[in-house]
């Protein structure tokens, strides 16, 4: 006979139950229309105590009563036995209950996977009242079975639901533990370490009675040793941390145990093709790979972590990778997987280098495809690199990351590869090939001259060209000529960019001479030869259906359009050149294309298409990190809010983008200035001058956007006067620019010496941050 089994037959719950809130509401819901409800997830992740939550909530909806039958630790074969005796039955399971009402919660099934899936089968068809709740690193895999994936507590922030279990069970094992605004960051990395794990969590949590969380955060390098003070009547597999990891490891197959091992040999994440590369091999062919990580995907210890470039995308948990690193280690494989890894990533790298070669004509969304990937694996590229310095071996890292040179410079991304590739090329390896040491090291120069240091540039733009050049190396020689020509802006570099571009017969090489000329023809006022290079990049760029180059011609043409007055031919480029790249995160081009856009609006008046251009531009930049960029763009916010009237925050972005740019004051810069002074006094432009050189990049973005001033400081201001302002005598010296005169006929007109009025006239260039006669004759007209 079934036993009276209800609600108070479920166990107390032993302290407050944090979080889950929005999971247990989804999952009452959930149980309501289905007969047979899967909990899956990783060991710790906190199954057993959400489905005790949530059989506590649906019990009464089950007169018949609801049952915890515990299955860790049993023995195969004695399943039905262990069930009957939890629900006091003696004779049949399914005869017996007949048609009652019952909800069973089968904990733990992963012992006895199989035998739960035939009984449950059984159960729910013999049985029309019966519902189970089971829960198990893996899918019971009956009929009608839903799987529910436990996702780990939310880490983002100090509100998360992580932070809050942290928060109440430190508080239960040190009564006076508070979070304050110091602990308050700390807990919160702690959190995001643990991957929002919450037996990992309590188990931290509770070491705060012996440790501080500053330094629970530092020893998280060896968590297994730390998180090893679980409560004495827990379970055995959830006392350490080490215990609960190892508890699952045990249940896997052979085949499965090293393929989990040999997926720590990726940092971050790897897809499908890179599993197969990498960790087949002896005890595993290349054709099951794919079949065991599926089954570890189902056991909860792989994670599916979304697409990249199209294709599903894996991680193991931060935890699940430390243990199966020490596996790997003990293995005696982990120097094999690291070559491994390394080569399949040079493999997937020579694929880049191929598409963009010479002829290939790669359609864009294949460019894009790898443009994404590569995106999506920068941690494993910086891993591999990382492998080749340790062990003295650069050759095929220098390989990789030469092959990604357009993915590396291209994008606006910080990939932090400059430091690796010094450390690289420092490496004493004679067997490097001359070639592959030059273009690397031109390389290395072109991130230089990406984080604006010139000097550094320049040395490995000399030095890499000449080891392309010694090894008769044409297309390393193109590169690098380029790169020279980017950095001086000389008319005969720029002429031997474009002859040594074309004899490569690379296109790609073509059009950024093109662009180089096209640039400098721009910063220096001729506009005729700016448009000329910047249309040649864009019809090469359609012959090879580059999107990117495309963008580059497009935002040039936008430029020289917008100097010339032609604001709707500017915004037509613009707006073409943003469509391009929409599914590629080109920041750098992307930004571009929203300020220019901004700027336009700002020239015909429109504010408030101006400011939503605007805030777009300064929001990417600020979250991509990029410093230049947030400089440039608060320059333009300081034009903004300088039309609609709001001058002290025009003062204090134009300052703070002077400072952030680490530039002088220009032309710019005095059109903001100048009806601020006139609106204000000189004596509080000079304060506010003062004040918003000191902003951070965080408070000036902050002030843009939200209109956040800066709290006044604690010590008084000096003024600061701003160089950007002409001196009467170079005003005149500027007039009388604007009215055409040479540096001789102005010397005659003020009866001043030549040399004079060159040295003004310098002056005048470097206040104004112009470097031509027309510019300044530009300004003054425009300022009048």
């Known amino acids: ?75 195969k074969g004695a399943l039905r036995g262990h069930v009957a005796a939890a629900l006091g039955i003696a004779g049949d399971l399914a005869e017996t209950i007949g048609d009652r009402r019952v909800l069973l919660l089968l904990d733990n099934c992963e012992p006895v996977i199989g035998e739960c899936a035939e009984l449950c089968r059984d159960l729910l068809s013999a049985c029309p009242g019966v519902t189970v709740l089971a829960t198990s690193r893996e899918p019971l895999r009956v009929p009608g079975e839903t799987v529910w994936r436990v996702p780990p507590l939310s880490v983002s922030g100090p509100e998360s639901e992580a932070v809050r279990l942290f928060v109440a069970r ?94 720590a040999a990726f940092r971050s994440s790897w897809t499908l093709d890179l599993a197969e590369w990498v960790c087949s091999g002896p005890g595993l062919a290349e054709e099951d790979v794919l079949p065991r990580l599926c089954d570890l995907v189902d056991k909860s210890l792989v994670a599916l972590d979304g697409e990249v470039a199209g294709q599903a995308r894996y991680r193991l948990l931060e935890t699940v990778r430390e243990y199966a690193l020490e596996q790997l280690v003990e293995s005696g494989e982990e120097a094999e997987l690291r070559r491994r890894h390394l080569a399949a990533l040079a493999r997937l790298s020579g694929r880049v280098r191929e598409a963009l070669a010479p002829g290939a004509r790669t359609s864009w969304p294949v460019v894009e495809r790898y443009i994404n990937l590569f995106d999506g694996l920068k941690a494993e590229v910086s891993s591999a690199c990382d492998w080749s310095i340790a062990i003295g071996m650069p050759e095929a890292a220098l390989g990789l990351l030469t092959d990604l040179r357009f993915l590396l410079i291209g994008s606006g991304r910080k990939l932090d590869m400059a430091e690796r590739l010094d450390r690289l090329l420092a490496l004493d390896a004679p067997q ?81 001479a093109h662009g180089t000329r096209a640039r400098f023809g721009l910063d220096q006022g001729r506009l005729h030869e700016a448009q000329r290079g910047f249309q040649e990049v864009l019809s090469i760029s359609e012959e090879l259906d580059n999107h990117y180059g495309q963008t580059f011609g497009h935002i040039g043409l936008a430029q020289v359009a917008r100097r010339t007055g032609d604001l709707a031919t500017a915004r037509r480029h613009y707006e073409s050149g943003l469509r391009l790249l929409r599914h590629v995160d080109a920041r750098q081009h992307i930004v571009s294309c929203l300020a220019g856009l901004g700027r336009v609006a700002l020239d015909l008046g429109d504010l408030v298409e101006a400011r939503a251009r605007l805030t777009e531009a300064l929001v990417l930049s600020r979250d991509a990190g990029l410093r230049a960029g947030i ?4 320059g333009t916010w300081a034009v903004l809010v300088t039309a609609e009237g709001d001058h ?76 950007s302002r002409l001196t009467a005598r170079e005003r005149e010296i500027a007039e009388l620019v604007a009215r055409g005169l040479s540096n001789r006929a102005i010397a005659d007109e003020l009866v001043i010496s030549p040399a004079t009025v060159a040295r003004h006239v310098a002056n005048i260039l470097a206040k104004l941050g112009f470097s031509t006669r027309t510019q300044i004759a530009a300004w003054v007209i425009g300022s009048r």
């Open 1 to 75: 006979m079934l036993r009276s089994v209800d609600f108070a037959n479920l166990p107390a719950e032993p302290n407050t139950f944090v979080g889950r809130e929005s999971d247990v509401d989804e999952l009452v819901h959930l149980m309501r229309v289905s007969r047979a409800v899967t909990l899956c997830g990783a060991g710790g992740i906190g199954k057993t105590r959400l489905a005790l939550r949530l059989t506590a909530r649906i019990a009464s909806s089950h007169p018949g009563g609801a049952c915890l039958i515990e299955l860790a630790d049993l023995e």
């Open 648 to 723: 002290r925050r025009a003062v204090l972005l134009a300052a703070a983008s002077v400072a952030l740019g680490g530039r002088q004051p220009d032309a710019r810069t005095e059109d903001v200035l100048r009806p601020a002074r006139e609106s204000l006094g000189e004596a509080v432009v000079g304060v506010l001058w003062a004040e918003g050189t000191s902003l951070t990049a965080d408070q000036a973005v902050a002030c843009a956007l939200d209109g956040a001033l800066p709290a006044p400081p604690a010590d008084p201001v000096v003024p600061v006067n701003q160089d």
């Open 170 to 263: 430190a508080t239960a094992a040190r009564p006076a533990f508070e979070l304050t605004e110091e602990t308050r960051p700390l807990v919160v990395e702690l959190c995001q370490a643990l991957d929002g794990l919450p037996l990992a969590i309590e188990l931290a949590a509770a070491m705060v009675r012996v440790l501080s969380v500053g330094q629970l955060v530092e020893r998280l390098d060896d968590r297994f040793r730390l998180l090893a003070g679980g409560a004495r009547t827990a379970p055995a597999r959830h006392r350490t941390l080490r215990a609960a990891v190892d508890w699952s490891y045990r249940l896997l197959s052979p085949q499965e145990r090293l393929l989990l091992r040999r997926t």
């Open 432 to 512: 490097v090939p001359q070639a592959l040491r030059g273009q690397a090291t031109i390389l290395r120069g072109e991130l230089a001259l990406a984080a604006g240091d010139v000097e550094p540039a320049l040395r490995h733009a000399r030095a890499g060209l000449d080891l392309c050049a010694a090894a008769k190396d044409v297309y390393g020689e193109a590169v690098g000529t380029i790169v020279l020509a980017q950095l001086t802006g000389e008319q005969e570099a720029l002429n031997r960019a474009l002859e040594t571009a074309r004899r490569s017969g690379d296109l790609i090489l073509e059009s950024l």
């Open 631 to 634: 400089a440039r763009r608060l």
